[in-house]
């Protein structure tokens, strides 16, 4: 992927001109700094290009987290993190370098007088070890090198202010700091508030700032200005805490810690913070009788106290590097078999699609965790906060099954579960678990938003992926009732679609939507695949048969009279739109389209392709970079398979936005249209996933 990068910059000449640093692999929209959960997300907004130290980094709905950071040179403080303002004191701005992101790791070199200072973000993805998933920390690692060849005394400083734990800046806020084995500032809103979000953050639970103990660690609180000029005119901290709790903004309290490095004639130490943010219980969920269970996050059935968790995962970063830079060398070797430009929008994606989710576990009736009972939990971000919105996670998927399929499942469990209570009225999937996140309280009225063809085709579809990709038949027969209610609303429904909306919500509901009605289509065949799975052959041949005719005749109302494309609409010759719901065809390799379908689906979209890529449909300009990477993965010419992704990643790289990567955007002009920080652009890996690539 490195190798690739003088490409990218060719391409991209007008923007790479203006950065005064490398980009590697492109610069994106938004840099992932600690991005772990709906609750730990923190970005470099970029726009043409923001140095490190040229803005502060913010929450992904674009609020300030102070997170600030200086390194001392000689007595000489540059700050290299954040952009503060200390009256009465002299700090220069470290002049950046370069910026590379991985699909872990973020890393920022910058020249603080003769030293450089590499500044890494990795915020781990373990697909492999759920437990280790479900930590909601992040590291920052510090090293420094001299430039010059001389040797130079070295001490390094950072701080995170109580925005962290942030739903408005009035709200009053509290801390301790606690130095052992490691040193942790713990901070949170002293009005705690379960389950409860304000601003879409969290208001229970703590945030966490901490370092391993050793020589030449100190710490501080207190307020930002004066902390911070305590570094930067002593290289120091004083060991003292503030315990005047105040309101966020009141002398903005920062929580610091410091470390010196000595004098270094070569590459320093490398010195590591971790920053996160945990609370518990993590959400609550309906189960039968219209009872209420709380989950925890699964990390909780391992480790007692949050400083417990806290030493074990900076006691592990070296081995938590090795992982990481393990798992994105295999990201990039298995996208780069498509692109470079492939390779780098997926390793963008990877961590905002994982900072969605929360792996959680019960407990049973003793009060002990049921380690049996893993559900995981995801925010829908930005377009509203839903809980497992099935049509969000649906788009996500690629990334779910080419990393670990259990994740997959895990996350269409908690709706089979409640709709197998039976407290759900409607004879259809249910849209999501829950209005609000983190309340998983379903829709017992029945009033979620009513998608009912796409919802039950997206379970059906979804559900066989995860049995052919983990080859678990006994998940078919625990929600058979279910899977096979939702195929007959199916078999009723969807050859002729009523006027429902589809995922794309915003575009307004339509009747007779080509690529809604083949999707409830593959959710038949799925069905009939999953009946033959377990041996019910004849629901097997009667969805088969059912599925095959219903392809023909849809064939027949959705093709253009002049056989060029399909229609957005049956009968609407001049309609169009993205048919991404085919991918799932050849993603369960079920076989129902003709190829001449998707031969003719390749050929129109060379035809109609705008600047940044294919529209959505006719009705207007604008498109889904997610949709886009599913109709890639169908596409009959590696040259329109190629034109669409590099159509997105040229979107991505277009140095016009900054928000956390959104997958609504213009194709004329490469705009943002609305979302940003969305969990579906897991639907980027579409082109991965095929092939099945998952870790376990
Ligand atoms: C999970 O993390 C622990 C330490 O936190 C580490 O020892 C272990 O190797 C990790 N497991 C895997 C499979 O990565
Ligand atoms: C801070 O506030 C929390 C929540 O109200 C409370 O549980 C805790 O005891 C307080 N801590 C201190 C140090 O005052
Ligand atoms: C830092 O130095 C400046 C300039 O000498 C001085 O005004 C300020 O009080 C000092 N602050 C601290 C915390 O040492
Ligand atoms: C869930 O946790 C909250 C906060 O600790 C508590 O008030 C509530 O009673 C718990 N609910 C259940 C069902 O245990
Ligand atoms: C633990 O969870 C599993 C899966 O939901 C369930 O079957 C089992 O009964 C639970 N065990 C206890 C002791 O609650
Ligand atoms: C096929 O499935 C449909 C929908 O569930 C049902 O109405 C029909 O009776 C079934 N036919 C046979 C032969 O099983
Ligand atoms: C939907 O398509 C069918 C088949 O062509 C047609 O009979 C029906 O009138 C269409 N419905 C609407 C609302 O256009
Ligand atoms: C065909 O689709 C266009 C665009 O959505 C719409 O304006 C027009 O009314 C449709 N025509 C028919 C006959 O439904
Ligand atoms: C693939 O599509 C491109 C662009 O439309 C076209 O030039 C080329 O001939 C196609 N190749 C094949 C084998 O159809």
């Given amino acids: 992927m490195r190798s690739v990068a003088s490409t990218t910059v060719l391409l991209f000449l007008p923007i790479c001109q203006a950065l005064s640093w490398t980009a590697t692999p492109f610069s994106p929209a938004s840099y992932p700094l600690a991005v772990r959960s709906p609750y730990l997300s923190a970005w470099l ?387 999501d678990m829950g209005a609000t996140y983190p309340k998983a309280l379903g829709h017992n009225d029945g009033n979620d938003e009513k998608m009912p063809i796409e919802e039950s085709g997206n379970m059906l579809i979804m559900s066989l992926s995860y049995v052919q990709a983990a080859n678990d038949k006994s998940f078919i027969t625990s929600y058979y009732n279910l899977l096979d209610q939702w195929t007959r609303y199916l078999v009723d429904n969807t050859l002729i679609p009523g006027d429902q909306i589809s995922t794309d919500d915003f575009a307004g509901a339509l009747a007779n939507q080509t690529n809604l009605a083949i999707k409830g289509i593959i959710g038949i065949k799925a069905m009939s695949v999953m009946a033959d799975l377990v041996g019910n052959s004849a629901d097997a041949a009667n969805y088969s048969s059912i599925a095959s005719s219903y392809v023909t005749q849809w064939q027949g109302f959705a093709t253009s009279s002049d056989g060029l494309h399909l229609t957005l609409a049956y009968n609407n010759d001049s309609t169009w739109g993205l048919s991404y719901n085919m991918y799932a065809d050849k993603l369960l390799k079920t076989n129902l389209i003709p190829s001449s379908v998707y031969e003719m689906q390749t050929a129109w979209y060379s035809t109609v392709d705008e600047e940044y890529g294919v529209p959505l449909d006719t009705r207007h300009t604008y498109t889904k970079s997610d949709w886009q990477s599913l109709t890639a993965a169908f596409m009959t010419n590696t040259t329109v398979r190629d034109m669409l992704i590099d159509a997105v990643q040229s979107y991505a790289a277009d140095g016009l936005n900054s928000v956390p990567l959104s997958d609504w955007y213009w194709a004329n002009n490469g705009v943002v249209q609305g979302f940003q920080a969305r969990p579906v652009v897991g639907g980027h890996l579409a082109l991965v996933s095929r092939e099945m690539f998952h870790v376990v």
Avoid at 115 to 127: A, Q, R
Wanted: glycine fraction near 6%.
């Fill in 45 to 431: 907004p970029q726009g043409g290009g923001t140095a490190l130290n040229q803005a502060w980094p913010q929450f992904w709905d674009g609020d300030t987290l102070g997170w600030a950071g200086y390194v001392n040179v000689d007595g000489v403080s540059y700050n290299f993190l954040g952009d503060p303002d200390v009256p009465n004191t002299d700090a220069a701005k470290a002049v950046q370098k370069s910026a590379e992101f991985t699909s872990t790791q973020t890393t920022f070199v910058l020249t603080a007088g003769p030293v450089d200072l590499t500044v890494t973000f990795l915020s781990p993805v373990e697909p492999s070890d759920l437990l280790n998933q479900s930590l909601p920390w992040s590291y920052l690692a510090l090293s420094a090198a001299p430039s010059d060849g001389n040797s130079h005394s070295v001490q390094v400083y950072t701080d995170i202010s109580a925005e962290w734990v942030f739903g408005d800046d009035s709200q009053t806020v509290n801390w301790t700091t606690l130095a052992s084995d490691v040193v942790t500032h713990q901070v949170q809103l002293e009005s705690q508030d379960v389950f409860n979000e304000v601003n879409d953050r969290i208001q229970q639970g703590s945030a966490y700032y901490s370092t391993l103990n050793s020589a030449g660690v100190t710490y501080q609180t207190g307020q930002d200005i004066v902390v911070r000029a305590q570094f930067i005119n002593h290289s120091t901290l004083s060991n003292t805490q503030d315990t005047n709790f105040r309101s966020i903004s009141d002398d903005w309290p920062v929580f610091a810690l410091a470390h010196d490095l000595g004098t270094i004639s070569g590459p320093s130490d490398t010195v590591v913070y971790s920053v996160g943010h945990a609370r518990d219980p993590a959400i609550e969920y309906l189960i039968a009788n219209d009872a209420l269970q709380n989950r925890s996050s699964y990390f909780w059935s391992q480790y007692s106290t949050a400083t417990d968790a806290i030493t074990t995962f900076l006691g592990d970063y070296d081995n938590a590097l090795t992982r990481a830079t393990a798992f994105d060398a295999q990201v990039s070797a298995d996208a780069s078999s498509i692109s470079s430009n492939y390779a780098g929008l997926v390793a963008l994606s990877v961590r905002q699609g994982f900072g969605a989710i929360e792996i959680t576990v019960s407990k049973d009736s003793s009060g002990e965790y049921n380690t049996s009972d893993i559900m995981t939990f995801l925010k829908e971000i930005s377009s509203d906060g839903n809980v497992n919105t099935i049509d969000v996670i649906y788009p996500a998927w690629p990334l779910f099954l080419y990393t670990n399929p259990v994740i997959g499942r895990d996350l269409i469990l908690p709706l089979l579960a409640y709709q197998e209570t039976g407290q759900y009225p409607n004879q259809w999937a249910c849209h």
